[in-house]
T-cell receptor
Framework: ETGVTQSPTHLIKTRGQQVTLRCSSQSGHNTVSWYQQALGQGPQFIFQYYREEENGRGNFPPRFSGLQFPNYSSELNVNALELDDSALYLC??????????????FGPGTRLTVL | AQRVTQPEKLLSVFKGAPVELKCNYSYSGSPELFWYVQYSRQRLQLLLRHISRESIKGFTADLNKGETSFHLKKPFAQEEDSAMYYCALSGQGGGTSYGKLTFGQGTILTVHP
């Protein structure tokens, strides 16, 4: 069983640029969630994708967008980068099932620095 | 709005001492509560969730709906328990916050020898 992987590990961008982060979900999982973790804070929910559709969004502006592919891998895109976007971006995959919330399995994260 | 509060950023205990990491939440409805742990240089991983009522690595947590708390406890701390601990909640199936985890700010637990 392959765990959640994310690429790249680290990324440095300048203000105003665009960035794409990638996530491969754990084998057998059909749902991907993205979180932003600023230094010293807990992760904050950005959005979730289930069967290639956005399935819930946190309090993030539209310049944060995503995609999920038929193989359930996912991308997070951020346009017009701002200094405050500097953070660790976490991807978590899960298998959507019954009434109970699914256990989410996290990747190692991508550290984004915006200069 | 849903919120999770972990009042202690840092908690230090000696090996063999009891440990309690506090977590309070705010949610209108029936939430699902979780504890996640992040050991040094490892990824965030689930420690336990209230619906399974399991004891993992000697840790337990009881959901107290009256006090809206989900404190994590272990009677005898071990050095390998040193890590960052996050309390999190999610809505149950059918609700708008289903599958969306809201995390607290985390508590760094250090267990001294």
């Amino acid at each position: 069983e392959t765990g959640v992987t994310q690429s790249p590990t680290h990324l440095i961008k300048t203000r105003g640029q665009q960035v794409t982060l990638r996530c491969s979900s754990q084998s057998g999982h059909n749902t991907v969630s993205w979180y932003q973790q600023a230094l010293g804070q807990g992760p904050q929910f950005i959005f979730q994708y289930y069967r290639e559709e956005e399935n819930g969004r946190g309090n993030f502006p539209p310049r944060f967008s995503g995609l999920q592919f038929p193989n359930y891998s996912s991308e997070l895109n951020v346009n017009a980068l701002e200094l405050d976007d500097s953070a660790l971006y976490l991807c978590a995959s899960s298998l959507r099932g019954g009434v109970s919330a699914d256990t989410q399995y996290f990747g190692p994260g991508t550290r984004l620095t915006v200069l | 709005a849903q919120r999770v509060t972990q009042p202690e950023k840092l908690l230090s205990v000696f090996k063999g001492a009891p440990v309690e990491l506090k977590c309070n939440y705010s949610y209108s409805g029936s939430p699902e509560l979780f504890w996640y742990v992040q050991y040094s240089r490892q990824r965030l991983q689930l420690l336990l969730r209230h619906i399974s009522r399991e004891s993992i690595k000697g840790f337990t947590a009881d959901l107290n709906k009256g006090e809206t708390s989900f404190h994590l406890k272990k009677p005898f701390a071990q050095e390998e328990d040193s890590a960052m601990y996050y309390c999190a909640l999610s809505g149950q199936g059918g609700g708008t916050s289903y599958g969306k985890l809201t995390f607290g700010q985390g508590t760094i637990l250090t267990v001294h020898p």
